[in-house]
């Protein structure tokens, strides 16, 4: 553990928004000197996992919003409820962020109804 402090760097990531208003946050994030002589890192900053993962440019609670919207009701309608609720997203960006999520978190629920395409009946075909 290091306290030589090499110097400084800002953040911006996106917020949930509140009472309407988006949340603009500007984090100023310390970068320390490594002294040991066998790392191959020179400097290295503080971390901020608990909340705002590395590299990432949302918190942790907007990723859960926005996976959790997306899951529900899809991307691209996601993306018009995330823009009235004031947060910035593509549907590609809630695409890549279930994807990230995984298929084995989706809730598998048996089938209650079955669709029958009565179209292909009409016209002669079966499947």
Same mark, same amino acid.
């Given at each position: 553990?290091?306290?030589?402090?090499?110097?400084?760097?800002?953040?911006?990531?996106?917020?949930?928004?509140?009472?309407?208003?988006?949340?603009?946050?500007?984090?100023?994030?310390?970068?320390?000197?490594?002294?040991?002589?066998?790392?191959?890192?020179?400097?290295?900053?503080?971390?901020?996992?608990?909340?705002?993962?590395?590299?990432?440019?949302?918190?942790?609670? %907007?990723?859960?919003?926005?996976?959790?919207?997306?899951?529900?009701?899809?991307?691209?309608?996601?993306?018009?409820?995330?823009?009235?609720?004031?947060?910035?997203?593509?549907?590609?960006?809630?695409?890549?962020? %279930?994807?990230?999520?995984?298929?084995?978190?989706?809730?598998?629920?048996?089938?209650?109804?079955?669709?029958?395409?009565?179209?292909?009946?009409?016209?002669?075909?079966?499947?």
């Amino acid at each position: 553990m290091s306290t030589t402090v090499h110097g400084w760097y800002r953040r911006h990531p996106q917020e949930i928004a509140s009472v309407g208003q988006q949340v603009s946050l500007c984090l100023s994030t310390k970068r320390f000197r490594c002294h040991e002589a066998t790392c191959s890192r020179q400097t290295f900053a503080e971390s901020l996992a608990d909340w705002l993962p590395t590299y990432t440019r949302r918190t942790c609670a %907007l990723t859960k919003l926005m996976r959790q919207i997306s899951m529900e009701i899809g991307a691209e309608v996601g993306q018009c409820v995330l823009a009235y609720l004031q947060i910035q997203v593509s549907g590609d960006t809630l695409l890549r962020i %279930l994807r990230r999520f995984g298929q084995d978190h989706v809730p598998q629920a048996d089938a209650r109804i079955i669709g029958v395409d009565d179209w292909a009946f009409k016209r002669g075909k079966t499947y």
